[in-house]
């Protein structure tokens, strides 16, 4: 249906003219948000002129703040655009004022976000980049194969037209003061001692 209203204009891609890239992922998830690191991180060594700014839910934005990958946050809050359509359209408007050369959606692998592809299709971005999926023609104009492999390096490989050959960068993660603590007093308190591994083996679809 979305189809029938917006225009898909193909362009040729020109990779080394991208100066200004907005990066979408507003999860509040940590450990989806923990998969998309290499991603970034590999999208700063491709680009390391470029300002790369990221569209992100402020909860987990902490997991983006490495030094020297991000330069400025757009936080998304989903129920205050509910409550407030107005603040949703302003909130368009001041994206399509940064002139952004190229959007990536590093969205969920599982599934479609319609609300992450309305992003990117109206941040005005000249070049709107995802991997290929059902619905995906009607909002991006340049799209890649979808590998069947961790999410972590499907996520990056969504950068392949930016990259001159493909290395999947690290994903480290430091936690915080608080978080720390945390997890020393609950050890603490239940006896556990050494070095403990946990797995989570996460909420969404089949993981057992």
Not at 143 to 153: A, F, G, M, N, S
Not at 169 to 173: A, L, S
């Given at each position: 249906?979305?189809?029938?209203?917006?225009?898909?204009?193909?362009?040729p891609f020109?990779?080394?003219?991208?100066q200004?890239?907005?990066?979408?992922?507003?999860?509040?998830?940590?450990?989806?948000?923990l998969?998309t690191i290499?991603?970034i991180k590999?999208?700063?060594?491709?680009?390391?002129?470029?300002?790369?700014?990221g569209?992100?839910?402020?909860?987990?934005?902490?997991f983006?703040?490495?030094?020297?990958?991000i330069?400025?946050?757009?936080?998304?809050?989903?129920k205050?655009f509910?409550?407030?359509?107005?603040?949703?359209?302003?909130f368009?408007?001041?994206?399509?004022?940064?002139?952004?050369?190229?959007?990536?959606?590093?969205?969920?692998?599982d599934?479609?976000?319609?609300?992450?592809?309305l992003?990117?299709?109206?941040?005005?971005a000249?070049?709107?980049?995802?991997?290929?999926?059902d619905?995906s023609?009607?909002?991006?104009?340049l799209?890649?194969?979808?590998?069947?492999?961790?999410?972590?390096?499907i996520?990056?490989?969504?950068?392949e037209?930016l990259?001159?050959?493909?290395?999947l960068?690290?994903?480290?993660?430091t936690?915080?003061?608080d978080?720390?603590?945390?997890?020393?007093?609950?050890?603490a308190?239940h006896?556990?001692?050494?070095?403990p591994?946990?797995i989570?083996?996460g909420?969404?679809k089949?993981?057992?």
């Open positions: 249906m979305l189809g029938l209203f917006l225009r898909n204009r193909q362009i020109e990779p080394k003219t991208v200004r890239i907005l990066v979408i992922r507003q999860d509040e998830r940590i450990g989806n948000m998969l290499p991603a590999l999208l700063r060594q491709s680009c390391p002129d470029a300002v790369i700014d569209l992100v839910s402020e909860k987990f934005c902490r983006w703040q490495i030094p020297g990958i330069d400025h946050f757009h936080f998304v809050n989903k205050s509910i409550r407030n359509p107005f603040g949703y359209l302003g368009l408007k001041g994206l399509r004022r940064e002139k952004y050369d190229l959007v990536i959606d590093l969205s969920s692998a599934s479609i976000s319609i609300n992450s592809m992003y990117t299709y109206f941040c005005g000249k070049w709107r980049l995802d991997y290929i999926r619905g023609d009607t909002f991006l104009n799209q890649v194969d979808r590998h069947d492999t961790h999410e972590i390096d996520l990056a490989r969504i950068l037209p990259t001159d050959g493909f290395s960068p690290d994903m480290p993660f936690p915080s003061k978080e720390t603590a945390f997890a020393d007093d609950f050890l308190e006896e556990i001692s050494g070095k591994v946990g989570n083996l909420g969404r089949i993981k057992r």
